[in-house]
C-alpha cells in the first residue's frame, strides 16, 4: 500500500506573529519557517506505516512556492521515499489546495492519505474533510489512533466530550490530532540521504486545476490587547480582590 | 436570505452553544431555519421549536445521523443546501469534522471559526493562534461558516413554538460506521460554557494532583480544563484541552495553575473577563495576561485558595 502525506510549511510554532504596519496580512519577511507540527505528525504516523510493513511507499506533497522545497526535504529525511511540489504563489485557499491534491492522489492512487488536522497559521481545519468530500472517500479527522486491517482503518478520534472510534473504507483520509505519535527528529545521515531523493515539481496547468478563491482578505489587525494585572502576595489578597474587586466570586 | 443553522445535539438535548451560532445568524440577517439531524432525536426538535431566532425547525430522523458521521451527514446538509445563503455550525468537533465537507461538496470555501459578523459576506475570524484577526470577504453563492460560540452572547432558549418539518432524505454514504465513544462523565459544568474554569498545566505534575484542582472547580461552579502539556504528558484526557487546537473559553474568571502560558494556551483562553494565573515562576508568560498573578507554590496556594473561597 502506498501512503501519501500532505504537509504545509507555516510560521514556526514558537514565533509570535506580528501583523504589519498597513494592515494588509501578517508579516512573514524574515519570520523563521518550519513545517506545520500536525504535518510532523502525519508524516511520523506514514513512516511509522511503512516501518510497520503495512506501507511499502510514502509519498510527501506540499503545495506553494519552491521555498516548501525546505519542508519537502524535511519529510523526505524523516523517512518520506519521494516528494511532490504543486507550484502555486504561496498559501493558496484550502478549497484550491483540497482540488490539487484530489488530483495527485486520482494519479497516486494511495490506499491512506495522512494530513494534519489545522495549520497553525490559517487555523482553517479544513482542507483533509475537503480532500475526502471531493475524493468521495470516507474520513478520520482529529487521530489520536490509526489502525489498519485489510481494507479498513479504525480511527480513534479526538472529540469535544472525549474519544471516538470509526471504521472507515479504505482508501481514506486521516487528519492528526496532538497524541497520534510524537515525531521523530531527522538524523545528519537521513538528512544528507534526502538530498538525493527525487522530488518533482508539478504545475496546477498539468493537473488541470485554476487556483483561484472567492473570499478576499480585507485587513489583518493585532488582537486587543490585554494588560498585566497587578501580583498580588498571598491568596488572602487574591480572595478579596476576587471578590470585592472583579466581584466574580 | 434564509439561513440555515445545523444544531449541535447528542439526540437528547440541544447544545447550548447553538444558541451562541443561532446569535451570529441573527446578526446575518434573515430567516433562520435550524436543522436537528440524528436518530430519536424528535425531542431535541421540540426543544429547537421553542428556542427564539429559529422560524422553522428541519428535523432529519434516521440511523444514518446518529452518531453525526461525516459523510452522511454532509450529504444531508447538500441535498437541502439549495435554499439557503449561508450555512452555519458552531466550531465543535463535531461541525469541523462535517461542514467542510459540505463546502466542498458545494464547490465553495469555508470560513472558520468567526468571532463577529460584519456584513452579510464579511466576517472576522482569528488566525496564527488568536495573534492576529483578519477581516475577510466571500462572494460564493452560499457562505459556509463555522462560528466561535465564545465570541457570540446566546439568544433565548424559550418563548417561541416554530414548525417542524421533517426532512425524509435518508443520506447513507455506506463508507463509514461508528464503533464505539469513550465520553468523559463529569459532574461539572461543561467546559466551553462555564462561568468559572480552573486548569491545570505541567506543574501539577501527575494526573492525581489534578484533585486539588477539582476540589476548588467544585466549591466554585468550575469546570475543569489543562494546558496541552498536560494532556501530553498523560495527566488528564484530550477533552480536557484548552488552546489552540483544543477548545476556546471565554468564562467570567478563569484560574490558570501551573500553566507556564505559551501562545497556544492562550490562544483558547485570553477572551477570558478575568484571569488569574498561580506559578511558581514569575518570569511565567501567563503573568503577562493575568489580572491578578500569585507567585507561590501552587500545592501550597491551591489548597489554601480551596480554604478560604
Not at chain 2, 436537528?36 to 424528535?42: K, R, T
Not at chain 2, 452572547?153 to 435518508?170: P, Q, R, Y
Amino acid at each position: 500500500m502506498k501512503v501519501l502525506v500532505a504537509v504545509k510549511r507555516v510560521i514556526d510554532y514558537n514565533v509570535k506573529a506580528r501583523v504589519k504596519a498597513d494592515n494588509s496580512d501578517v508579516d512573514l519577511a524574515n519570520v523563521k519557517m518550519a513545517l506545520n507540527p500536525f504535518c510532523e505528525i502525519a508524516i511520523e504516523e506514514a513512516v511509522r506505516l511503512k516501518e510497520a510493513g503495512t506501507a511499502d511507499e510514502v509519498v510527501v506533497v506540499s503545495v506553494g512556492s519552491k521555498s516548501c522545497d525546505e519542508q519537502i526535504r524535511t519529510a523526505l529525511a524523516l523517512g518520506c521515499d519521494r516528494g511532490i511540489r504543486i507550484d502555486t504563489p504561496d498559501s493558496p485557499d484550502s478549497l484550491s489546495v483540497a482540488k490539487l491534491l484530489a488530483k495527485v492522489v486520482e494519479q497516486e492512487t494511495p490506499g491512506l492519505v495522512v494530513l494534519g488536522k489545522q495549520a497553525i497559521d490559517s487555523d482553517n481545519n479544513q482542507t483533509g474533510q475537503m480532500l475526502a468530500a471531493l475524493l468521495n472517500r470516507p474520513q478520520g479527522t482529529f487521530a489520536s489512533a490509526v489502525n489498519i486491517s485489510e481494507d479498513k482503518v479504525q480511527v480513534t478520534r479526538e472529540i469535544d466530550g472525549g474519544l471516538q472510534t470509526v471504521e472507515l473504507a479504505m482508501p481514506a483520509i486521516v487528519t492528526t490530532d496532538l497524541r497520534l505519535n510524537e515525531p521523530r527528529y531527522a538524523s545528519l545521515p537521513n538528512i544528507m540521504k534526502a538530498k538525493r531523493k527525487p522530488l518533482t515539481v508539478i504545475t496546477p496547468d498539468e493537473l488541470g486545476v485554476t487556483v483561484g478563491s472567492n473570499i478576499s482578505l480585507l485587513r489583518v489587525d493585532p488582537p486587543a490587547e490585554r494588560q498585566a494585572g497587578v501580583k498580588v502576595s498571598s491568596v488572602d489578597e487574591l480572595v478579596e480582590k476576587l471578590r470585592n474587586e472583579a466581584k466574580v466570586i | 436570505m434564509t439561513i440555515l443553522v445545523i444544531a449541535e445535539h447528542d439526540n437528547a438535548q440541544l447544545k447550548p452553544v447553538t444558541l451562541n451560532t443561532l446569535s451570529a445568524a441573527e446578526a446575518i440577517g434573515g430567516d433562520i431555519h435550524l436543522l436537528v439531524a440524528g436518530h430519536n432525536c424528535q425531542v431535541v426538535a421540540d426543544e429547537a421549536a421553542r428556542v427564539t431566532a429559529v422560524s422553522k425547525v428541519l428535523l432529519a430522523d434516521n440511523t444514518a445521523y446518529e452518531h453525526q458521521l461525516a459523510e452522511n451527514i454532509s450529504a444531508l446538509i447538500v441535498s437541502i443546501a439549495a435554499n439557503y445563503s449561508h450555512i452555519l455550525a458552531s466550531s465543535t468537533t463535531t461541525a469541523k469534522n462535517y461542514l467542510p465537507r459540505v463546502a466542498a461538496l458545494l464547490d465553495v470555501n469555508q470560513i472558520s471559526d468567526i468571532s463577529a459578523v460584519v456584513s452579510a459576506d464579511t466576517f472576522e475570524r482569528p488566525i496564527y493562534a488568536g495573534n492576529a484577526v483578519a477581516t475577510v470577504q466571500s462572494s460564493d453563492k452560499v457562505k459556509v461558516i463555522t462560528v466561535r460560540g465564545t465570541a457570540f452572547d446566546a439568544v433565548v432558549a424559550d418563548g417561541n413554538s416554530a414548525e417542524i418539518a421533517v426532512v425524509a432524505e435518508a443520506c447513507d454514504a455506506g463508507v463509514s460506521c461508528f464503533i464505539s465513544e469513550e465520553l468523559a462523565v463529569s459532574d461539572r459544568p461543561e467546559l466551553t460554557a462555564a462561568s468559572v474554569v480552573v486548569s491545570g498545566g505541567r506543574g501539577m505534575g501527575n494526573g492525581e494532583n489534578f484533585d486539588l484542582l477539582y476540589s476548588v472547580a467544585d466549591k466554585l461552579g468550575a469546570a475543569v480544563g489543562a494546558s496541552r502539556a498536560a494532556v501530553d504528558a498523560g495527566f488528564v484526557p484530550n477533552d480536557m484541552q484548552v488552546g489552540q487546537t483544543g477548545k476556546m473559553v471565554a468564562p467570567e474568571l478563569y484560574i490558570a495553575v501551573g500553566i507556564s502560558g505559551a501562545i497556544q494556551h492562550l490562544a483558547g483562553m485570553k477572551d477570558s473577563k478575568v484571569i488569574v494565573a498561580i506559578n511558581k515562576d514569575e518570569e511565567a508568560p501567563i503573568f503577562q495576561v493575568a489580572d491578578y498573578g500569585l507567585v507561590a507554590d501552587l500545592f501550597d496556594a491551591v489548597p489554601e485558595l480551596e480554604q478560604k473561597i
